[in-house]
């Protein structure tokens, strides 16, 4: 008996799960392959598909933008989706299988229209000095294959990012101190794996798809993903499995229209009338905050009557416990809002900033750097920003400071936000001198005579900050969510990815509807060498500085209710 596990885990019979037996670094390893490969497949895609659609699709600047916008704030939002599934009825194991299989499909589909000539216009010799309108468009079949193929990547994406991190902590039982300590150090590896999948997307395999070609690039992702499963599902013997449970969703429901019906009554003088069926251990203190939810637990005659004769209807009444989970939630989501922009600004990252520097000089000797890798510097501003936080930064707090822990998670958030309203002034004066150079010339649609190493300071500083965004919104939405609803508040803080890229496409036809006219290209138009992208990008700092300002008083409130 006392090699079982503590945490209720099973096996795949169904029965106790055996710790020796089950679980582990070696049930991790063979999961995290399709996390792996889930970052190869979308992000090597993502950074490199806006060179596709404007040199060989021949689509517009801005509606190139807005495609890719799209494809990865859906994948985000699919994420709570995939979530939903996963807790309340498929099992996490189940989900990961289905929606690996589907990325796969996808992957494999998209290989196939970018080697058929059937499925891509007539070639044309384009540049990004010139307007996409000299050549031939993709038509509505061909573009419908193209999104066919991304948005089942979208929806194995949705699937996996919201159920492979937890498989893998059901791997380790945390009433074990053992198999606690060990589940603290996987986070590190599991974020170094995951940090490597999207360096090898954004380095190896975009070389691939600009010069071996597209095909292949793609057909690496698919057979990659391929492997991955095969390898989980070698596994399957060796895994824990935790049983599926209620939705949260439901709970919340449950909440909202009891106190609806309820609307009408008065709340007691004293909060020990009100409904509670969970134990002490179990309790969540009663807040005042949020008074009318507080309804949803008021005992009626009829409340009585139904729950003395075991038939309770949580349409009509909630325990106290279960309004204060609702409660915790409600109060994420003035955080939650003012996140949004700063995705916004790292969607610029993977669209008109490999678009700015197609334009310019990659070369380095004899070798030509792709468009898309020089988002490398991106990825190696996170892991610069969390290796200097964690070896200076809080070091340094320690000492000085009483805190132990080091910055907060709103702290971080905040840090986040600055550090990306800063990367997009600074692309706003770097597109500056970028647009005079294109403006020398405009004669010559050739590669234009100024470094793309100028575009670094960009790519660092919001990738920086996204090395405390992240930190930041995944610590707070965990530990702050109730422990039911852990799974579905991941899935609300990657949602704040989805509507950063949604909300960067709706800006961008907002603006491209209001700038441009029949003399003018407008801010971001079919060619940015020919429109504004500066202008752009100091509105998007603008709109972020605005932002901070909203969030700096969200997170006063949030700390004079919660301290976090």
Not at 69 to 84: E, K, N, R
Not at 337 to 357: D, G, N, P
Not at 412 to 420: M, R
Not at 493 to 511: D, Y
Request: aromatic residues 12%; contains cysteine.
């Amino acid at each position: 008996m006392d090699d079982l596990v503590g945490n209720a885990a099973v096996d795949y019979k169904g029965l106790l799960a055996i710790r020796s037996k089950t679980g582990g670094w070696l049930s991790n390893a063979l999961i995290v392959g399709i996390e792996v490969s889930e970052r190869l497949s979308t992000m090597g895609i993502a950074v490199n598909l806006v060179t596709y659609l404007i040199g060989r699709m021949h689509i517009p600047s801005a509606t190139s933008a807005k495609i890719v916008s799209d494809f990865m704030g859906t994948s985000f939002l699919l994420c709570l989706l995939g979530g939903l599934i996963a807790d309340s009825f498929l099992g996490r194991y189940r989900t990961i299988v289905i929606f690996a299989i589907i990325q796969t499909l996808g992957t494999g589909m998209l290989a196939i229209s970018t080697k058929l000539p059937q499925l891509q216009p007539t070639p044309c010799n384009i540049h990004y000095s010139l307007k996409s309108s000299n050549c031939e468009q993709a038509t509505t079949s061909q573009m419908s294959v193209l999104y066919i193929s991304l948005y089942l990547m979208a929806l194995g994406t949705g699937g996996l990012k919201s159920s492979v991190s937890g498989f893998c902590t059901d791997q380790f039982d945390e009433t074990n101190e053992e198999e606690k300590a060990q589940l603290t150090l996987f986070f590190n590896w599991f974020f170094f794996f995951i940090t490597l999948g999207t360096l090898l997307a954004v380095t190896v395999l975009v070389y691939i798809q600009d010069e071996v070609g597209r095909s292949w690039g793609y057909g690496i992702c698919s057979f990659s993903m391929l492997v991955a499963i095969l390898m989980f599902l070698s596994g399957t013997k060796r895994y824990r499995y935790k049983k599926t449970m209620k939705s949260p969703i439901a709970q919340i429901l449950h909440v909202l229209i009891a106190a609806i019906r309820k609307r009408r009554l008065q709340l007691p003088t004293n909060d020990s009338f009100l409904y509670e069926d969970n134990s002490n251990s179990s309790r969540i203190s009663h807040t005042d905050q949020f008074r009318i939810l507080d309804k949803a637990a008021i005992m009626t005659k009829e409340d009585y009557e139904c729950i003395n004769s075991l038939a309770e209807n949580p349409w009509r009444i909630s325990s106290v416990t279960k309004v204060e989970e609702v409660k915790m939630m409600i109060r994420l989501l003035p955080i939650w809002t003012t996140t949004i922009l700063f995705w916004t600004a790292y969607a610029q990252l993977v669209t008109f900033s490999v678009e700015q520097a197609s334009t310019m000089d990659r070369s380095v000797g004899n070798f030509r750097i792709p468009a898309a890798s020089l988002t490398a510097f991106f990825v190696s501003a996170i892991l610069i920003s969390l290796a200097t936080y964690d070896r200076l930064i809080l070091p340094f707090l320690k000492i000085w400071t009483a805190k132990k822990s080091g910055l907060t998670s709103l702290q971080k958030i905040g840090i986040g936000l600055f550090l990306s309203c800063l990367g997009m002034g600074v692309a706003s004066i770097i597109e500056v001198k970028r647009l005079s150079i294109a403006k020398e010339n405009e004669e010559t649609p050739n590669t234009l005579p100024i470094s793309v190493f100028l575009l670094i300071p960009q790519f660092f500083l919001v990738g920086a900050g996204v090395g405390f965004m992240y930190t930041g919104q995944l610590d707070l939405f965990i530990t702050q969510s109730p422990k039911g609803m852990k799974t579905m508040s991941t899935g609300l803080f990657l949602t704040t990815m989805a509507l950063g890229f949604f909300f960067s496409s709706l800006l961008i036809s907002i603006v491209k509807k209001v700038t441009t006219t029949n003399i003018n290209n407008g801010w971001v138009g079919e060619s940015i060498n020919k429109g504004r992208l500066d202008c752009f990008y100091g509105l998007l700092a603008i709109l972020i500085f605005i932002d901070f300002g909203f969030y700096v008083l969200c997170a006063s409130w949030y700390t004079s209710n919660i301290i976090c």
